[in-house]
């Protein structure tokens, strides 16, 4: 396990040219204008993420989690949403490919699986149809072969009797059934990328068990890159080698999963993992929440965007509220962006925190 | 083990008075079908649920969508009238009051939403809203309602000056403490909370959880809390019911629950959520349950788990479980429960 | 599915019949209820010159003098069975749908109706067909460009669609187009058979674009905020996540779903229109079912009226049970429920 990350860890800060990276995201900016301002959805995110590998982003509603996949997928309508930056897909720099060249990846290189599958789905069409549409897109051949490969997809999922199921339309399906089928139909093409939005937020545990192994098997099957995005620390811990913890359109930390989960660095990821009660731990007398609300992402506070909810923006000598930390390796490719020093954070982490989880 | 387990004892065996009382609860919805619309079938939503809850004490139905946890909450609340059984809240019936007699009721039992979005009357002001309660039971306050509103405002942590907001003013989390506000102004004795932090960010979770907890410590408040979030769960409760099918499967405290669940279901469900520690994937070999859950209209015979469960015999299909008492204070319907070997139930500090 | 279909039928046939219960309250128990008497009655089938006598056998010979439930059966047995009509110099048989005979002409009401049908179908269904084409295409239109100058102008002329009434467009197009121009008729209609199709719909194109203008503006817009919904749902996103074309995106997704709801609206106003569209076929001259309840109700000839009205609600209720099937051919989750 150790080797491969490694070699992501060093990634962020070294690897300068195009393309190195399957997935590589420079400086990415989505800025949406309305009429009461510029909602800065996404404020320069940059990440890079191989084949065979998962990222998980972490953050809350408004966080730019969502925004920033549906960027990758050119999914944001035109003119509607300023892109800047870069995506990399395979060397391709998608932000600047015409829109018929990213709707031609679109499916066929990346897919992507949604939080609601019963809404994601169209109701007036059989889960066969909607599967093969998705695979004659991209791929030129008859419906009969597509469906003998729609059923394929349904039985690779783990859909008890595809040949039958296959004709259902996505209201006969259980949400289980259903998100299976969304991924039978993300992965019909075989995507080297597949983005994965709060794939289990509308399931139950028990099934959101199931789903999780599926998409860990998948990925291992056809080796493809994974984002995964969700507001649950307990399902990137499943799934994610690297993640990035988001706030306010910006990554405040970027690491290995055992360094965001074992030696977290920003006082943010501290406030997440304090909030959760744990199923795994002693249970705690209090949970110790994050002050305040989420900010309104037309009005980002000055300096650290954290900044009115962090219990530590007083040890930086006024600099949290005036100069916005840029997301720096403080070794081992473990990224924060935050102005603590890093004996104080140390010390906050080992005395504040660390014992009260 | 021993020694978290004495330090916890406290909170386990209140005793208390008893406020609420059910017994053989039942809801089933008709389905009705074809050219006269006979009825062909029922949602067995809620089929015989018998649990009551102390005074002060919080107790949470929990299970997977389809499990009759919400359906219970309306019933216990009465906004759905059971098809059998009693509810008896502090000694009186009130399974079958009608809508009048169940009036001067609603000022104990009050319920708080899951959705703060559209529990609210978006047309209304935060003072309206939670001002309501006094108009509608005609309640006289010492310094007039908007005092009143104020100081509850204050109490759920929100500023008196919103009191001439509206809804969409406010963060999910506000709106909630907004609800929270509302379900106070009686000063009820039991509030039913069906899933009240599930729409909330993470961190304002943690914010509400508090709160409720606060809030309970002051005013002496018994909790129905609703959940499918088990670690939610663990945190906020002092008893915990596990419900499956319109079923309770096993009913116990939280520690004797959290630590050996009995019924195999319960174990499936603890091993099933995802824990934020990477080290644990590798660790922990998972309990999977296979498939989703059956119908309600249509449930398994017998015991209802045993299509998913991996200790079924032929006994399962034929014989239902009774909920009984396998140790002091846990309940199980089962007919091979988990953690049940003797010396450690023996083990147990019972004084 | 099955049990569905017969359901809606069986309450298609009822409430058809509680239609004909209403409607001949209206015209022969609400008199009453005014203090009207069966020889009043019965003076709208005499000539003004004759006498009390005559009028009460004539009342007698109509069955006014029964009481109402008798002379109701009779009437639901003509419509169903046909009806005996005592003359009093011999009786004559009125076939079924027998709605009566007129007090002007003394000709039974069924044919006159029967005769005028087609127009109105010819009128009705050829409107629709531009309505739909161009209000619901203008509508696609203006939700993909929304906001632009093209959404803001196809929805102010859309908006004087809606707004302005038959008899202003209806004349002003023929005053236009026929009188100025000379371009089309000036009214009345060729019908529709083998030998002139050209003929008929170069007569009816007036009252068509007429007609359709105001339909298609109502359209237009129905169809604009369905879109806009649709093109809002997740399963949008997803089509467009597959990498599928825009256009089959909107046309297939997000298309498919917004016209459900048009769909039934469009039945209804079918339905409505069959029933005779009074100002459409006054304005243009039209022999339709419409002209005639105009001129039946001018003449006061109830059996006239009562006809139209009946034949109008029949169209209705059929419009409603087709609405109704057909939504189930539309949407899945009617189908199997």
Avoid at chain 2, 19 to 32: A, E, M, N, T, W
Avoid at chain 3, 19 to 48: E, H
Avoid at chain 3, 117 to 122: E, G, K, Q, R, Y
């Amino acid at each position: 396990m150790s080797e491969p990350i490694e070699e992501v860890q060093d990634a962020p800060v070294q690897r300068l040219e195009r393309g190195d990276a399957f997935l590589d995201v420079r400086d990415l900016k989505v800025h949406f204008p309305t009429d009461d301002g510029v909602v800065k959805s996404v404020d320069g995110i940059s990440f890079q993420l191989e084949r065979g590998k998962t990222l998980g982003i972490v953050g809350e509603s408004g966080s730019g989690k969502s925004v920033t996949s549906l960027s990758i997928m050119g999914l944001h309508p035109p003119g509607v949403a300023n892109i800047s930056g870069q995506i990399f897909l395979d060397g391709q720099d998608l932000v600047t490919s015409t829109r018929e060249e990213v709707r031609l990846l679109r499916g066929k290189r990346m897919a992507m699986i949604f939080q609601d599958p019963l809404s994601a789905m169209h109701p007036f069409y059989t889960v066969g149809t909607q599967i093969v549409e998705a695979y004659r897109v991209h791929n030129d051949v008859s419906k009969q072969v597509a469906k003998k490969h729609a059923i394929e997809m349904l039985d690779r999922v783990g859909i008890p009797q595809p040949d039958k199921r296959v004709d259902a339309y996505p209201h006969q399906f259980s949400g289980g059934m259903r998100q299976r089928a969304m991924i039978a139909m993300a992965l019909s093409c075989d995507p080297d990328l597949l983005i994965a939005d709060e794939p289990t937020t509308a399931l139950d545990v028990t099934v959101q068990a199931q789903i999780l192994d599926l998409i860990r098997d998948l990925q291992r099957e056809f080796n493809s890159a994974v984002i995964i995005i969700t507001h649950d620390l307990g399902v990137v811990a499943e799934l994610a080698d690297d993640i990035q913890v988001m706030y306010a359109g910006r990554a405040v930390e970027y690491s290995t999963a055992e360094d965001i989960f074992d030696r977290p660095q920003h006082p943010y990821t501290w406030g997440l993992l304090g909030s959760m009660p744990r199923i795994d731990r002693e249970r705690t007398e209090r949970l110790i929440p994050i002050k305040g609300t989420p900010p309104s992402l037309i009005n980002v506070p000055k300096g650290c965007a954290f900044n009115p909810r962090c219990n530590y923006a007083h040890l930086n000598g006024g600099a949290s509220e005036t100069d916005r930390p840029e997301l720096l390796d403080t070794g081992n490719g473990h990224l924060v962006a935050c102005h603590l020093s890093p004996q104080e954070r140390q010390k906050a982490w080992e005395t504040d925190i660390k014992p009260k989880l | 083990m021993t020694t978290t387990d004495a330090e916890e004892t406290p909170v386990v065996p209140k005793i208390g008075e008893e406020l609420l009382s059910v017994d053989g609860l039942v809801k089933h919805f008709p389905i009705r079908k074809g050219l006269l619309q006979r009825q062909v079938g029922a949602v067995q939503a809620v089929d015989g649920l018998t649990f009551n809850v102390t005074r002060g004490e919080t107790l949470s139905l929990v299970g997977e969508s389809g499990c009759g946890k919400t359906t219970t909450g309306r019933l216990l609340t009465r906004l759905l009238e059971p098809t059998a059984g009693k509810i008896v809240f502090e000694g009186r019936d009130i399974s079958h009051l009608s809508e009048g007699r169940m009036r001067p009721l609603r000022r104990d039992v009050q319920m708080i939403f899951q959705d703060p979005y559209g529990s609210l009357n978006p047309r209304h002001t935060v003072g309206k809203i939670v001002g309501a309660p006094f108009r509608l039971q005609n309640v006289k306050t010492e310094h007039g309602v908007k005092r009143a509103v104020q100081e509850l405002l204050e109490l759920v942590g929100l500023s008196p000056e919103h009191y001439n907001r509206y809804p969409h003013e406010f963060s999910g989390g506000q709106r909630q403490r907004i609800g929270i506000a509302r379900t106070l102004a009686l000063r009820p004795k039991l509030i039913v909370a069906d899933e009240p932090v599930s729409a909330l960010d993470v961190s304002i979770q943690a914010q509400v959880v508090n709160l409720l907890e606060d809030l309970q410590e002051e005013f002496d408040l018994t909790y129905v809390m609703i959940a499918h979030d088990l670690s939610v769960v663990r945190h906020v409760s002092d008893r915990v019911a596990v419900m499956y099918l319109g079923k309770i499967v096993e009913l116990a405290d939280r520690v004797s629950l959290y630590e050996k669940p009995m019924h195999p279901y319960t174990v499936a469900l603890l091993s099933a959520v995802p824990v934020p520690d990477t080290k644990r994937k590798a660790k922990q070999e998972r309990i999977r349950l296979q498939g989703d859950v059956p119908s309600p209209i249509n449930p398994p015979p017998a015991c209802r788990f045993h299509t998913r469960c991996w200790k079924a015999q032929e006994i399962c299909k034929t014989t239902e479980p009774p909920l009984i008492e396998l140790k002091p204070g846990h309940q199980t319907a089962c007919h091979f429960p988990e953690n049940v070997d003797a010396p450690a139930a023996k083990a147990e500090p019972a004084s | 599915m099955f049990a569905y279909l017969v359901r809606r039928v069986i309450g298609a046939v009822l409430l058809l019949f509680i239609v004909t219960a209403v409607t001949f309250a209206i015209f022969f128990l609400v008199p009453r209820l005014g203090g009207a008497t069966a020889d009043d009655l019965a003076g709208r089938y005499v000539g003004k010159s004759a006498g009390q006598e005559q009028i009460h056998n004539t009342a007698v010979r109509l069955g006014f003098t029964d009481p109402l439930y008798v002379q109701y059966g009779r009437f639901v047995k003509g419509l169903v069975v046909g009806q005996e009509y005592n003359y009093g110099t011999g009786t004559e048989h009125c076939p079924a749908p027998c709605f009566g005979y007129s007090f002007l002409t003394q000709q039974p009401v069924w044919p006159d109706l029967v005769s005028r049908i087609p127009v109105t179908a010819s009128l009705a269904g050829g409107a629709a067909f531009i309505w739909l084409i161009t209000g619901v295409g203008t509508g696609i239109i203006s939700a993909l460009r929304r906001g632009s100058v093209l959404d803001r102008s196809l929805m102010s002329v859309a908006l004087a669609g809606v707004s302005l009434p038959i008899f202003f467009t209806g004349l002003l197009s023929l005053s236009i187009f026929s009188y100025s121009l000379g371009w089309t008729q000036q009214g009345g209609v060729n019908p529709l058979d083998e030998t002139n199709p050209l003929w008929w719909a170069y007569d009816l194109i007036l009252p068509w674009v007429t007609l359709a203008f105001l339909y298609a503006a109502a359209y237009a817009r129905l169809t604009r905020a369905g879109m806009l919904e649709t093109m809002n749902e997740d399963f949008v996103r997803t089509a467009r996540a597959k990498g599928l074309t825009e256009r089959t995106v909107v046309l297939r997704h997000g298309l498919r779903s917004a016209l459900t709801p048009i769909l039934t609206i469009f039945g209804l106003d079918l339905g409505l229109l069959m029933g005779g569209a009074i100002l459409t076929e006054t304005t243009f001259s039209l022999p339709g079912i419409g002209q005639y309840a105009v001129i039946a109700l001018r003449a006061n000839d109830l059996p006239k009226v009562l006809g139209v009205t009946l034949v109008a609600a029949f169209f209705i209720v059929l419009a409603n049970l087709v609405v109704d099937l057909l939504y189930a051919v539309v949407d899945p989750r009617v189908r199997i429920s």
